[in-house]
Nanobody
């Protein structure tokens, strides 16, 4: 059974940094996409960043140059380094996984992912 567990959220001031982690268990797929998504109160869940089994990445425009997605396959862990945080980054952040391969335009769409973590809260104050 696939399980994804996020950690690393917290409260920071504007301009600060956080690193989110997502540890996967029961996940044995060799081809996959993984992603970070976020949902603020009253908003739909949106894709933030994705990475595939080859290390190809994609970011939503609002986080380009500030966030970096990475993975450590030996630890089965996905990361999201978030720098220069802004109040509008405040949200619950989720990691997700999709066995197989997605086309690049599909990688930030929530409906394409099969497995989800419980989320970790990020709050950025001004």
């Amino acid at each position: 059974q696939v399980q994804l567990v996020e950690s690393g959220g917290g409260s920071v001031q504007s301009g600060g940094s956080l690193r989110l982690s997502c540890r996967a268990s029961g996940y044995t797929y060799t081809t996959y996409d993984m992603g970070w998504f976020r949902q603020a109160p009253g908003n739909e869940r949106e894709g933030v960043a994705s990475i595939d089994f080859r290390g190809n990445t994609r970011y939503v425009d609002s986080v380009k140059g500030r966030f970096t997605i990475s993975q450590d396959n030996s630890k089965k862990t996905l990361y999201l380094q978030m720098n220069t945080l802004k109040p509008e980054d405040t949200a619950m952040y989720y990691c997700a996984a999709k066995p197989g391969r997605l086309a690049w335009w599909e990688r930030l769409l929530t409906n394409n992912y099969n497995y989800w973590g419980q989320g970790t809260q990020v709050t950025v104050s001004s």
